[in-house]
């Protein structure tokens, strides 16, 4: 069974540091990798994805993500967190069930990201 | 344009009415999305239409009808809901859903409160 897992409930960063928010993933093949991120009372917002290829991705918003196939995986970073980066950062992967042909997408539990001033 | 809009934004019903959540993109999008999420918790996926068609329903009880008149609007209808049922409904959508890994483009959500 495919998986993505963030061990982080919450990460407290002060603003102008760097910021890392972990995502784990568990599949069979390619991982087809996502990070959204969703602020209070609005939906997700897609922020980058990894297919395929260079394995340091960068996204909207200044985030940047990289992909290690050894460690399983894929973490969201950014150089310099701004208190309106403060908000719940969802990792995903594709549902390689159904040959790939659903585009469903396996959330982990989120972690609540706080930018202190 | 990358926008999902959904209507209404709040909605407060009695466990016998009946009511309806909207969502509509116009992004050329074809497949679309119901999901359901409760306070801090990640998605879960209800139903997913592709070209029209349902071609997903995880198991959701009948008390949920999904539809989608055309590949602009997706309807979610309501009927007989439980307390349980109260929570954050997103809409969704990607270009397709196989052949690529299309990401999904979200709605603000309609927040239900079953009463």
């Known amino acids: 069974a495919q998986s993505v897992a963030q061990p982080e409930d919450q990460v407290n960063v002060a603003e102008g540091n760097p910021l890392t928010v972990k995502c784990t993933y568990s599949?069979?093949?390619?991982?087809?990798l996502f990070w959204y991120v969703q602020y209070p009372n609005r939906g997700l917002q897609f922020l980058l994805k990894?297919?395929?290829?260079?394995?340091l991705v960068k996204g909207s918003y200044g985030f940047e993500a990289e992909f290690n196939k050894s460690q399983t995986s894929f973490h969201l970073k950014k150089p310099s967190a701004l208190v309106s980066d403060s908000a719940l950062y969802f990792c995903?992967?594709?549902?390689?069930?159904?040959?790939?042909?659903?585009?469903?997408?396996?959330f982990g539990t989120g972690t609540l990201l706080a930018v202190q001033p | 344009d990358t926008e999902v809009t959904q209507t209404p934004k709040h909605l407060v019903m009695g466990m016998t009415n009946k009511k309806s959540l909207k969502c509509e993109q116009h992004?050329?999008?074809?497949?679309m999305y119901w999901y359901k999420q409760k306070a801090k918790k990640p998605p879960e996926l209800m139903f997913v239409?592709?070209?029209?068609?349902?071609?997903i329903n995880e198991s959701v009880p009948s008390r949920f009808s999904p539809e989608c008149p055309n590949s602009s609007l997706l309807n979610l209808h309501l009927h007989a809901l439980q307390p349980e049922d109260s929570a954050l409904y997103l809409c969704?959508?990607?270009?397709?859903?196989?052949?690529?890994?299309?990401?999904?483009?979200f709605g603000p959500g309609t927040r239900l409160t079953v009463t």
């Open positions: 969704a959508s990607s270009q397709g859903l196989a052949g690529e890994t299309y990401e999904q483009y």
């Open positions: 599949v069979s093949g390619n991982p087809y």
């Open positions: 990894y297919i395929t290829g260079d394995n």
């Open positions: 995903a992967v594709r549902d390689r069930g159904w040959g790939g042909a659903t585009n469903k997408l396996i």
């Open positions: 992004m050329g999008h074809r497949a």
């Open positions: 239409y592709s070209y029209e068609k349902l071609s």
